[in-house]
């Protein structure tokens, strides 16, 4: 089994430090933080080097890898990463309770 599917396997019931894990790797890959640099408490616009389109991009690429769908205003409702990533794990637990 390689790293991404043992990765995806783990996420599928989306307990929410694999869920926060998902969305700060996703966060730093777009911005070009490092995940470590990403404060869970500060919102998103706090990333260094992340604009609206980059958060987007994070945000398609948190979708894809969890299987969920977050609309499209939630990222600019959101105060937190850590905010963020317990709405996808609300997201997760009725994708998996459906």
Not at 51 to 74: C, H, M
Not at 82 to 96: I, K, Q, R
Request: no cysteine; aromatic share 4%.
């Amino acid at each position: 089994m390689t790293q991404t599917q043992t990765q995806t396997q783990n996420t599928a019931t989306a307990p929410a430090a694999a869920v926060l894990g998902v969305v700060v790797r996703a966060l730093a890959a777009h911005s070009g933080a490092a995940p470590d640099s990403i404060d869970t408490g500060k919102p998103l616009a706090a990333i260094p080097g992340i604009e609206s389109v980059k958060a987007l991009r994070a945000i398609t690429e948190i979708e894809d890898e969890l299987g969920v769908a977050i609309p499209d205003d939630f990222l600019f409702e959101t105060a937190t990463v850590g905010e963020l990533a317990g709405f996808v794990v609300s997201l997760t637990a009725e994708a998996d309770a459906g």
